[in-house]
């Protein structure tokens, strides 16, 4: 594990043994990323099913893929594995006196007889120009395999307290948000309720996203202690997820750009299949500063 701190501000944990997704997050001394209630944070030795969920230990970052990002289907578990794949070819650049960190890395999902994928993943934090402190994902997917691949990612970016407080809103530029199913805990995608008791949760699709531009999408969340912006490269990333667990003890909101929809949405405008030696590129940046 590594931890990462920039300019005093943004701190956050690398998990080299989990895809090199990013764990804990903590910003001028407060929590922003979600942290779940499961303690065992062991990457499973071959996902399946639905065991996904039983190691979910939140973090700022998970990602799911990079053949499956829904529910189980088949041999493929749900949400994928790469989240249970070791890292290799670690690098970390000094700062040299920068307020900069960068890291970088590999994560293959490969198969003797299937697709094999390689996932190179570069984390760059520092501070941007307002002031705020941002964390960027870059990431290469390249088919390093014989047979074509089928490639889906999703971005699961975890917030809870008290960078998402009850009357915290959401603000994203899309023609559809479309509950998956209707729960009477989340009247309203764009504000968080009051905390409920007992365990539900509600998940949106943001369709047909606006795009600045230069090509990026964007969804805000303010009315916490800090504010947060997260932007992703639409092309492609052209939809949105949204997760809210309202419960106490789980409070959560999930913010998730993907290269498809988990349900509804229009016909899906990214082909995802790579051709040996091909490749896919994907950004996300998440920026934090203090509230208003």
Known sequence: MFDATVAGALRFEVLPARGFDIGRADFAGLPLGWVSPLSDARALDRPAGRAWID??????VSTCGLLNIGDAEGDLPMHGDIGHRPASNVQVEPSRGRPLV???????AASVFGPSLRLERTI???LQEDGAAFLRIDDRVVNIGAVVAPVRILYHVNLGAPAVLPGTRVAVDARRHIFRRRIAEVPEWSRMPDPTA???EAVVLHDGLGRTEDGWSRCAVSGGLFEV???WRAETLPFLHQWVLPGRGRWALGIEPSSHALFGGEPEPVDGDLAPGEERRFELVIAVRQGA
Not at 102 to 108: K, N, Q, W
């Open 55 to 60: 190691r979910f230990i939140g973090g700022l």
């Open 198 to 200: 007992g365990i539900a």
């Open 102 to 108: 960068r890291l970088s890395a590999d994560v293959d």
């Open 124 to 126: 760059t934090s520092g």
């Open 229 to 231: 912006e997260v932007g």
